[in-house]
C-alpha cells in the first residue's frame, strides 16, 4: 500500500453480545453503561477530531462534544478548543443546519461532501462549518483524511456508523478499533453491525492484533490493532 501522511485513526464503537449497534429500526439504543461512557468521554477529550457518517447524524442527531467540565477545562488551558473537530462525511449535504453537531458545543466543524451536493445545501452549511468538497460521486477517504492532516489534526476517532466504518477499513484507514460489548442481545437481520458494507471475501478479511481486554460495567471493552492497513 502507498504511503500517505494522515492522522493516527482509531474506530470506537459500543456494540451487543451478537455485533449490533442499533435496532432494526437504526435507533440508538443504550447499550454502555456510565464506565464505558466515561471513557468514551476520555477518548474524544484526548482526540484532534471526532469523525460521523451522515448516517449517523440523520439517525442519533449526536453533538460529539466532551460531555467533562473537567476534561473541556484541561483543553482548553493547553490551548485547544473545548471540543475536538467534528467532521462529517456527507456525500449529498444532507447535514441539517439545525443539527446537534452544527449547534452545541465548541470548536470548528468541518463536512465532507462530493460534486453531487446540491449548491443550495452547501450554501446553507457553510454558515455553521467548513465545507470541502473531496471527489466527484463519494467524499474520498484518503483525501478527506490528508486534508485533515494538514490542519494539523494527528489523532482521529471516528465514531459511526456500520457504513463509514465499513468505509475506511476498506481502504486500510484505520490504525486500531475499540469495542464494548454490552450485556444484551438485539438481533434482527437488517440491524447494522459495527461493519456492514459489501464485505470482504475471507481472504481479504480485516486482519487484527489483540491489544487488550478489560472488563467495565456488565460489558467487555476489547481492543485490537488493525494489522492491513496504510501506514
Not at 483543553?75 to 478548543?81: P, V
Not at 463536512?111 to 470541502?132: C, G
Not at 434482527?188 to 461493519?195: F, R, S, W
Amino acid at each position: 500500500m502507498t504511503s500517505f501522511a494522515r492522522p493516527f485513526t482509531f474506530i470506537n464503537a459500543a456494540m451487543s453480545a451478537d455485533g449490533k449497534i442499533s435496532t432494526r429500526e437504526r435507533r440508538q439504543t443504550k447499550i454502555s453503561g456510565d464506565g464505558d461512557l466515561e471513557r468514551r468521554d476520555e477518548l474524544r477529550a484526548s482526540s484532534d477530531a471526532v469523525i460521523a457518517g451522515i448516517g449517523t447524524i440523520l439517525s442519533d442527531n449526536p453533538s460529539m462534544t466532551v460531555k467533562s467540565r473537567k476534561r473541556r477545562e484541561k483543553r482548553a488551558r493547553e490551548g485547544e478548543d473545548e471540543d475536538p473537530i467534528r467532521v462529517v462525511i456527507d456525500n449529498l449535504a444532507r447535514t441539517p443546519v439545525d443539527a446537534d453537531i452544527l449547534k452545541k458545543g465548541a470548536g470548528r466543524r468541518i463536512i465532507f461532501v462530493s460534486e453531487r451536493a446540491p449548491q443550495k445545501k452547501l450554501t446553507a452549511l457553510k454558515k455553521f462549518a467548513d465545507v470541502i468538497v473531496a471527489a466527484k460521486a463519494e467524499v474520498d477517504l484518503k483525501k478527506a483524511l490528508s486534508a485533515l492532516h494538514r490542519t494539523g489534526i494527528k489523532r482521529a476517532m471516528i465514531e459511526g456508523g456500520a457504513t463509514l466504518n465499513w468505509s475506511m477499513l476498506s481502504h486500510g484507514l484505520v490504525d486500531e478499533v475499540y469495542t464494548f460489548v454490552g450485556s444484551l442481545i438485539i438481533g434482527g437481520k437488517n440491524a447494522p453491525t459495527l461493519v456492514d458494507g459489501s464485505g470482504f471475501s475471507g481472504e481479504n478479511a480485516v486482519k487484527l492484533e489483540l491489544i487488550g481486554a478489560e472488563k467495565i460495567d456488565d460489558g467487555i471493552l476489547v481492543r485490537w490493532k488493525v494489522l492491513n492497513r496504510i501506514k
